[in-house]
């Protein structure tokens, strides 16, 4: 499959990605935090839950793993990424180092992991993944984001970005602009306007090609401890005219990561947008929290309800795949799977 390929096949009708691409050691620090009992293979075991679940890819096309996953074998000896093809998913890496403190900022980060990519993407194409991602955090506040850390990170995400075109690998870059903080949508606004059209200038500059491409967005929200919270149409609105200002026709598909906003909400927002405007790409999802919450804490670590938990995992995933499509609604939770 060529690059544009690859990239329809991930934003096809109802379907999107599962990012399940949190590192072990913050998987580990999760489960703690979570009062969870942690052993040496709950990573592993986690993953396989994820992968495994049957009947995942009716609304799963790609899944974002971290390295190790990449490597990981399941509990029978057998390489879970080779049975994510074979189910038809799509293999996805976070080729990231980490995000370490932009040097100079005041407390502004940029992701690490540059050196060597080129070598580390060639491989991941050999074992069969089709599409990398790569994150840039933007934090709202008095003087941030700057334009430094904005034009730190375009660089850096575009040049990941061409690094993968050039291994045959599609790229989601993703600019997030994060939720926490006091600010007004309006301000939200205004952030993402300028990180997209930042992002998208240096993404020419450094010449990938647009319709190789799928973008992983945040959406156009209050900020988390803002008095005044938009309502679901409000947020539909401002984040379609954001995206329709800043993000060229020949991308295929923004991708939404769920940043913290509930499982319910993901879902609602996703949902507005495709039921109520017309749009040159296809709008998706790519969770994590907003797909796995609910999962994780139906799991937490007990092999009798690894079936429950990916029975609430297929729920959240076909209600997203629905919201893909404009096809969701409230009463449609009511399947919900108990804990
Ligand atoms: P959330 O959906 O939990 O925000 O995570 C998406 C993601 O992959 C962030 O890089």
């Known amino acids: 499959m060529n690059l544009n390929e690859i990239a329809n096949q991930l934003v096809a009708p109802r379907v999107g990605i599962m990012a399940a691409d949190r590192p072990s050691p913050a998987f580990y620090d999760l489960m703690r935090s979570e009062g969870i009992p942690t052993d040496e293979h709950a990573y592993r075991n986690w993953s396989e839950l994820l992968f495994l679940a049957p009947g995942l890819s009716e609304s799963i096309s790609g899944i974002i793993m971290t390295d190790e996953q990449t490597r990981l074998r399941d509990s029978r000896g057998e390489s879970l990424i080779e049975q994510v093809v074979e189910r038809g998913m799509i293999p996805g890496i976070s080729p990231s180092k980490g995000m370490v403190a932009l040097a100079g900022s005041d407390g502004e980060t940029v992701g690490s992991g540059l ?5 580390r993407l060639a491989e991941y194409a050999d074992m069969g993944v089709g599409f990398s991602k790569w994150r840039a955090a933007f934090q709202i506040g008095p003087g941030t984001p700057s334009y430094y850390a904005i034009e730190a990170n375009a660089y850096v995400m575009a040049q990941v970005a061409a690094l993968s075109q050039e291994a045959g690998i599609v790229p989601i870059v993703e600019p997030e602009v994060m939720l926490w903080g006091d600010h007004t949508i309006e301000r939200c606004f205004a952030v993402t306007e300028w990180v997209l059209s930042r992002t998208f200038e240096t993404l020419y500059l450094h010449r990938v090609n647009l319709e190789g ?89 007990r092999p009798e309800k690894v079936s429950a938990a990916q029975a609430a995992l297929l729920h959240r995933a076909k209600m997203n795949g629905l919201a893909s499509l404009g096809l969701w609604t409230k009463e449609l939770e009511g399947e919900a799977v108990a804990p």
Not at 214 to 241: F, I
């Open 213 to 301: 491409t799928l973008v992983k967005a945040s959406m156009v929200l209050s900020g988390y401890q803002c008095a005044e919270q938009a309502d679901v149409e409000t947020v539909a609105e401002q984040t379609v005219k954001v995206f329709r200002r800043g993000i060229p026709a020949a991308i295929p598909g923004i991708v939404f990561l769920s940043g913290g906003q509930s499982d319910y909400q993901a879902t609602a927002h996703l949902n507005a947008m495709n039921a109520n405007y017309e749009m040159p790409w296809k709008l998706s999802f790519s969770y994590a929290r907003a797909l796995q919450r609910e999962p994780m804490a139906i799991w937490a670590n």
């Open 115 to 119: 050196d060597g990519l080129r070598e």
